[in-house]
């Protein structure tokens, strides 16, 4: 399963190729990239936002530039929503029109086991027990849930701006399903802006794991 099957079809999905990882950003994009980044930094970057245009292009749009704004989030043109992942030499761009998707939020990880400490930041006590507990035993879920967190931000970012911690969100995986819920507990939650509970899915393959989170539109 890859990042296209865990969207709706409402959402482009562009996924690296080859090339995409030596082409130039545009100039508006590059000039929002610091000048001491590192030639790894440059080289997401850069395959970040080719997927992007590429993403555009297959929803009908011009490839426009996609500058980092505060915080390093993508800054998308007016009406479309959209979100950037990558990881090793995998990258993924999803995008979508307002009217379709509120907001959406990918994430892809490599498929490695989080040492204690960074498990323990992620994963609230009763995920811990969910995973530890006969629902849980493959794949290796702390990833998952840290990988579904990661989406969430994405998605929660642009809606509400400001910060959310891994243990503002408490994730259920259906593992039969494929898919997530994801309950905003943080007390500077905004229902007005994104619903306490969202829905997403994961895929897991030996190399990966990818998550998506969708906000609908009203
Ligand atoms: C921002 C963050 C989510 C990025 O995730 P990551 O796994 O480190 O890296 P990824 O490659 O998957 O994603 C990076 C991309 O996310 C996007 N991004 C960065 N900050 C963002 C934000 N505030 N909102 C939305 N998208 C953001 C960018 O497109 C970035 O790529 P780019 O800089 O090349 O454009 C992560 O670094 C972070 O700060 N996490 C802490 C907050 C959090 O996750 N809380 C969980 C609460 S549920």
């Known amino acids: 399963m890859c990042m296209r099957d865990l969207l709706p079809g409402a959402v482009a999905v562009a996924v690296a190729d080859a090339s995409a990882w030596t082409e130039e950003p545009l100039p508006e994009e590059a000039a929002t990239l610091s000048e001491r980044a590192v030639p790894a930094r440059q ?19 011009p490839p426009v530039p996609v500058p980092a704004g505060r915080d390093r989030a993508p800054l998308w043109p007016p009406r479309i929503v959209g979100s950037i992942s990558h990881t090793g030499d995998y990258c993924a761009a999803a995008v979508a029109r307002s009217g379709a998707v509120r907001s959406l939020g990918i994430d892809a990880e490599d498929n490695l086991e989080l040492d204690e400490a960074t498990r323990q930041l992620v994963c609230l006590p009763e995920e811990e027990e969910w995973w530890r507990g006969p629902g849980g035993s493959e794949p290796y879920w702390p990833t998952v849930f840290f990988s579904a967190k990661e989406s969430v931000y994405k998605a929660w970012f642009p809606l509400v701006g400001g910060w959310l911690g891994f243990h503002d969100v408490r994730v259920e995986p259906d593992p039969r399903a494929g898919t997530f819920t994801a309950r905003i507990l943080a007390p500077h939650r905004r229902p007005d802006l994104v619903p306490d509970l969202l829905h997403g899915r994961f895929a897991v393959s030996p190399d990966l794991v990818r998550t998506a989170v969708v906000v609908p539109a009203d």
């Open 43 to 61: 080289r997401e970057f850069r395959a970040g936002r080719a997927c992007a245009r590429r993403a555009m292009t297959a929803l009908g749009l």
